[in-house]
């Protein structure tokens, strides 16, 4: 795995956390107990924090950045992801915050100063747009993203069931040795 320091701030890794060896991570990063990065993903916290709760995966091929400071936004945005996240594979979450138990969907694009909220499902291939913020039980799907309905108990159910599969599979790449660097 790459985990590079930037500007003397090195990344964080919390218990059991797993970070795919063809993963990058740099900068000011916090990565939860028992979550997951998996191969191919940039997580590049260089010029704001990114924050990623516990038993939180972060799929294949996903970019995970934030929203510097400056003239056009002076405080930025950091990208902010809560427990029990599912972020689906190619998903790009740009200085964003995300609540808990979540499932992003594949190939979604998440913009600068979305709020999602506790318990969402965003389908796949869904654009959240800058600003938006959405609410708490509800499916979202489309470019832009819209609200579709309320969740059901199964579908919230999945939160956790799927979290704890994905503590489970880094548990077995962890003991073949895939995090580290060959």
């Not at 039980?137 to 309320?150: D, E, F, H, N, T």
Request: negative net charge; contains cysteine; aromatic residues 6%.
């Amino acid at each position: 795995m790459t985990i590079r320091t930037y500007q003397n701030t090195t990344p964080q890794l919390g218990e059991r956390a797993f970070v795919d060896s063809t993963a990058v991570v740099i900068g000011d990063v916090q990565l939860g107990a028992d979550s997951s990065v998996w191969p191919l993903t940039v997580i590049r916290g260089d010029m704001h924090r990114i924050r990623i709760g516990a038993r939180t995966s972060v799929q294949d091929a996903s970019v995970l950045h934030i929203t510097h400071a400056g003239p056009f936004n002076p405080d930025g945005y950091p990208l902010i992801i809560g427990d029990d996240v599912t972020i689906g594979h190619k998903v790009m979450l740009h200085g964003c915050t995300l609540g808990n138990r979540i499932l992003v969907g594949m190939g979604s694009i998440v913009m600068d100063g979305a709020v999602v909220q506790d318990d969402v499902v965003i389908g796949a291939g869904s654009l959240v747009p800058p600003g938006k913020v959405l609410e708490s039980g509800y499916l979202y799907v489309g470019s832009p993203a819209k609200q579709i309905r309320a969740l059901n108990e199964k579908e919230m159910a999945f939160f956790t069931y799927s979290a704890a599969n994905y503590v489970k599979l880094k548990d077995l790449h962890r003991a073949e040795g895939y995090d580290q660097e060959t």
